[in-house]
């Protein structure tokens, strides 16, 4: 196993080349780590906890595996995310987990992952979620590299939401990465995953001294360093996410954990326009300043910054072509405006114009509904326009008298 590849260490398996790997949080094979699972009778089940039936493995995360699962009560797919054996033996993280698993689900928002139970009864507790059954961001950028412009604009800017309120709830997510953003199955919309779970390991005493849990390359630099931390941390990381969707890869990267967190505390990332010429200069300066080493010199809100990406993108909406209407006016001031258009002097021009008069009375003619036969009541027509020579005759509105 890759030295670096632990719960305490999150994604940094092969750190040059990939990015994120799933956090390994156990050294065993997966299917060996499902023991702690009470049997099922179902052919098809891995496992039983309650009357939720696990289906398959979606996920591995720092606290443990992630399930999909059969709500038999409402006969449903769900998500369910059970703390791991070796962490639930520990009072304190236990406690926290159920803690900060009950301050997610007070988010509720389109763009975050609900929290729809927190089950702590028995050995093991566990978190029932929705289920999200579409790729994750990590995966988009891994099939497709940089993604355009619009993408990039769209999916900041949903993260941001997301982001802001649970910011405004008093609520940090500490992990933000392409990893723990996911696509609904069919519908352009992300959805934020994993709301404080990070913290849940920070005072465990089973992680190596001084290591901090989650994703160096996309953590912030206060984290790192274990300072206090607050909204504009989750910025830093933000703009870290913005950075892969712009280039492939995160913007700090090395060999070694010590090599990513001396990049992401004291190294400028390589610009963006060096490895992507199509970002535009609006784009490159957002993340720059999200990625500022300093929370002041950050944007200071998830607000601000959804505030300013939303702009951004209304900018490259198409405009909203409305099908050319005609106006509807009383029939005898539309005839009257264009009589004066027919009473033109005679010469060589009048030909032209008595023509372009007589396609304008016809047009409103059609656009307003008459017919010739049956004008609209009250009125009556006189002479048509004519041509005869270069002479031209005018149009003459009569009323019938009451």
């Given at each position: 196993?890759?030295?670096?590849?632990?719960?305490?260490a999150?994604d940094t398996?092969?750190?040059?080349?990939?990015?994120?790997?799933s956090?390994?949080v156990?050294?065993?094979?997966?299917?060996?780590?499902?023991?702690?699972l009470?049997?099922s009778?179902?052919?098809d089940s891995l496992?039983r906890?309650?009357?939720?039936?696990?289906?398959?493995?979606?996920g591995n995360?720092?606290?443990?595996?992630?399930?999909?699962?059969?709500d038999?009560?409402?006969?449903?797919?769900?998500a369910v995310?059970?703390?791991?054996?070796?962490?639930?033996?520990?009072?304190e993280?236990?406690?926290?987990f159920i803690r900060e698993a009950?301050?997610a689900a007070?988010?509720?928002?389109?763009?975050?992952?609900?929290?729809?139970a927190v089950?702590?009864?028995g050995p093991?507790?566990?978190l029932?979620l929705e289920?999200v059954?579409?790729?994750?961001?990590?995966e988009?950028?891994?099939q497709?590299?940089?993604?355009?412009?619009?993408?990039?604009?769209?999916?900041?800017?949903?993260?941001?939401?997301g982001?802001e309120a649970a910011?405004?709830?008093?609520?940090?997510?500490c992990?933000?990465k392409?990893?723990?953003?996911?696509f609904?199955n069919?519908l352009?919309r992300?959805k934020?995953v994993?709301?404080?779970?990070a913290?849940v390991l920070?005072?465990?005493?089973g992680k190596p001294s001084?290591?901090v849990?989650?994703t160096?390359q996309?953590?912030s630099p206060?984290?790192?360093?274990?300072?206090k931390?607050d909204?504009?941390?989750?910025?830093?990381?933000?703009?870290?996410v913005m950075?892969a969707?712009?280039t492939?890869?995160s913007?700090?990267?090395?060999?070694?954990?010590?090599a990513?967190i001396s990049?992401?505390c004291g190294e400028?990332?390589r610009?963006i326009?060096?490895v992507?010429l199509?970002?535009p200069?609006?784009?490159?300066?957002?993340?720059?300043?999200l990625?500022a080493?300093?929370p002041?010199?950050r944007?200071?809100s998830?607000?601000?910054?959804?505030s300013?990406l939303?702009?951004?993108?209304?900018?490259l909406q198409p405009?909203?072509?409305?099908?050319?209407?005609?106006p509807?006016?009383p029939?005898?001031?539309?005839?009257?405006?264009?009589?004066?258009?027919?009473e033109l002097?005679k010469?060589?021009g009048?030909?032209?114009?008595?023509?372009a008069?007589?396609?304008?009375i016809c047009?409103?003619?059609?656009g307003?509904?008459i017919r010739?036969?049956r004008p609209?009541p009250?009125?009556?027509?006189g002479?048509?326009?004519s041509?005869?020579?270069?002479a031209?005759t005018?149009?003459?509105?009569t009323?019938?008298q009451?």
């Amino acid at each position: 196993m890759h030295e670096l590849t632990r719960a305490q260490a999150g994604d940094t398996c092969d750190l040059a080349v990939r990015d994120e790997a799933s956090t390994t949080v156990f050294e065993l094979p997966v299917l060996t780590q499902l023991d702690y699972l009470p049997r099922s009778d179902r052919p098809d089940s891995l496992g039983r906890l309650g009357r939720y039936e696990m289906l398959s493995v979606i996920g591995n995360g720092l606290t443990g595996l992630v399930f999909k699962a059969l709500d038999t009560g409402l006969n449903r797919q769900v998500a369910v995310k059970p703390l791991s054996p070796e962490l639930a033996a520990n009072a304190e993280v236990r406690a926290r987990f159920i803690r900060e698993a009950q301050r997610a689900a007070t988010v509720i928002h389109p763009h975050v992952v609900a929290i729809e139970a927190v089950e702590n009864e028995g050995p093991i507790p566990w978190l029932v979620l929705e289920l999200v059954d579409g790729m994750s961001l990590r995966e988009r950028i891994e099939q497709a590299g940089m993604l355009r412009l619009r993408e990039i604009l769209v999916i900041g800017s949903q993260i941001a939401a997301g982001l802001e309120a649970a910011h405004r709830l008093g609520l940090l997510h500490c992990d933000l990465k392409p990893a723990n953003v996911l696509f609904e199955n069919g519908l352009e919309r992300v959805k934020i995953v994993d709301f404080g779970m990070a913290t849940v390991l920070d005072d465990f005493s089973g992680k190596p001294s001084g290591e901090v849990p989650g994703t160096p390359q996309y953590m912030s630099p206060e984290r790192i360093r274990r300072l206090k931390i607050d909204a504009r941390s989750d910025l830093f990381s933000l703009g870290s996410v913005m950075y892969a969707m712009c280039t492939g890869r995160s913007p700090f990267r090395g060999t070694t954990l010590q090599a990513v967190i001396s990049r992401v505390c004291g190294e400028t990332p390589r610009p963006i326009h060096e490895v992507n010429l199509d970002v535009p200069p609006f784009l490159s300066d957002i993340i720059i300043k999200l990625l500022a080493k300093k929370p002041d010199d950050r944007f200071q809100s998830a607000a601000e910054v959804l505030s300013l990406l939303e702009q951004h993108l209304a900018r490259l909406q198409p405009p909203v072509s409305l099908p050319a209407e005609i106006p509807v006016l009383p029939v005898t001031k539309a005839v009257a405006s264009m009589t004066a258009s027919a009473e033109l002097p005679k010469g060589s021009g009048c030909l032209m114009r008595g023509g372009a008069a007589a396609f304008l009375i016809c047009l409103a003619a059609t656009g307003l509904g008459i017919r010739r036969d049956r004008p609209p009541p009250g009125v009556s027509y006189g002479k048509t326009t004519s041509i005869k020579g270069s002479a031209c005759t005018t149009v003459r509105e009569t009323r019938r008298q009451p």
